[in-house]
Nanobody
Framework: QVQLVESGGGLVQAGGSLRLSCAAS????????VGWFRQAPGKDRECVAG????????YYTDSVKGRFTISRDNAKNALYLQMNNLKPEDTAVYYCAAARDPYLRARVPSIDEFPYWGQGTQVTVSS
């Protein structure tokens, strides 16, 4: 079992930055692939970024490439998402998620890979 708690969301102006954190508990976090998802009102939940247990080449959805950076610290059971040059279309509830597998399985990670979820943190970007 893995329990996840996000923090760091808030209101920011377009062009600003936020850093999301996800604190994990459970002995399997360090050997699990993890990801950040977001869900805007009326839209499906989408994977923003994902990373395997050992790091390696992360996955980013096209709309955030060059602006967002996912990282993890297995020693601290923590996951991060640095978000720069934020845009109004980044407004959503952001969730961290953990898989049972150590590696991302799909070319585009889907919610089906991740049985463990945090409660979400709201990110609002004003224009």
């Amino acid at each position: 079992q893995v329990q996840l708690v996000e923090s760091g969301g808030g209101l920011v102006q377009a062009g600003g930055s936020l850093r999301l954190s996800c604190a994990a508990s459970g002995r399997t976090f360090g050997t699990s692939a993890v990801g950040w998802f977001r869900q805007a009102p009326g839209k499906d939940r989408e994977c923003v970024a994902g990373i395997s247990w050992s790091g390696g080449t992360p996955y980013y959805t096209d709309s955030v490439k060059g602006r967002f950076t996912i990282s993890r610290d297995n020693a601290k059971n923590a996951l991060y998402l640095q978000m720069n040059n934020l845009k109004p279309e980044d407004t959503a509830v952001y969730y961290c998620a953990a898989a049972r597998d150590p590696y991302l399985r799909a070319r585009v990670p889907s919610i089906d890979e991740f049985p463990y979820w945090g409660q979400g943190t709201q990110v609002t970007v004003s224009s």
